[in-house]
């Protein structure tokens, strides 16, 4: 089985700065694209952050400029940096990845989600 494990939530000042983690460990062939979404109260799920296994990035133009996601495809994690915190980042934040499994010898993808860490950003 695979598993996403994410840490590194936790409250913070407005202006302040959290790193959020995730590794995905298990029987995992390949990973592809990784990315980082968030669920405030009463919304939906969206996409903050998404990075190929090449390294391209893209981001919600909500947190443009703040935020930095990376992924170290040696330890198959996947990180957000988050800076300039604002209440409205607040959610709990999910780590997403296409992980490919080997199936004797044909790999299947396969979509995993991490199961959320809570960031809250509150004076």
């Known amino acids: 089985q695979v598993q996403l494990v994410e840490s590194g939530g936790g409250l913070v000042q407005p202006g302040g700065s959290l790193r959020l983690s995730c590794v995905a460990s298990?029987?995992?062939?390949?990973?592809?694209?990784m990315g980082w979404y968030r669920q405030a109260p009463g919304k939906q799920r969206e996409l903050v952050a998404h990075?190929?296994?090449?390294?391209?990035?893209n981001y919600v133009d909500s947190v443009k400029g703040r935020f930095t996601i990376s992924r170290d495809n040696a330890k198959n994690t996947v990180n957000l940096q988050m800076n300039s915190l604002k209440p409205e980042d607040t959610a709990v934040y999910y780590c997403?990845?296409?992980?490919?499994?080997?199936?004797?010898?044909?790999?299947?993808?396969?979509?995993?989600w991490g199961q959320g860490t809570q960031v809250t950003v509150s004076s």
């Open positions: 997403n990845a296409r992980i490919g499994r080997l199936s004797i010898d044909v790999v299947e993808e396969y979509e995993y």
């Open positions: 298990g029987r995992i062939f390949s990973i592809g694209a």
């Open positions: 990075i190929t296994s090449g390294g391209n990035t």
